[in-house]
């Protein structure tokens, strides 16, 4: 099993960055694929973007691309998403997750950090 827990959620004004944090731990593998998804109240969870194990290896939702920034450090296991120009719209539980290399399932995912834009 892998374990992810999320940290750097809160509440931020319009225009503001968030950085949030991703901790994997258990049974990881060097080229296991991780990434981001979201959810917002009444709305069906959405993809916001993946990483493979090369820092080139990433993957945007097109609504969030030049805002978004995914980034990993294999040292650590961690992956991170840094949120800027925040949006109202953009609060939701923000979900990390991780499958491995070749798979396009995403079994593993964390308990979810809330992220809240004030307008």
């Known amino acids: 099993q892998v374990q992810l827990v999320e940290s750097g959620g809160g509440l931020v004004q319009a225009g503001g960055s968030l950085r949030l944090s991703c901790a994997a731990s258990g049974r990881t593998l060097p080229y296991d694929v991780m990434g981001w998804f979201r959810q917002a109240p009444g709305r069906e969870r959405e993809f916001v973007a993946r990483i493979g194990w090369s820092a080139t290896s990433t993957l945007y939702a097109d609504s969030l691309k030049g805002r978004f920034t995914i980034s990993r450090d294999n040292a650590k296991n961690t992956v991170y998403l840094q949120m800027d120009s925040l949006k109202p719209e953009d609060s939701a539980v923000y979900y990390c997750?991780?499958?491995?290399?070749?798979?396009?399932?995403?079994?593993?995912w964390g308990q979810g950090t809330q992220v809240t834009v004030s307008s």
């Open positions: 997750v991780a499958r491995r290399a070749f798979s396009t399932e995403w079994p593993y």
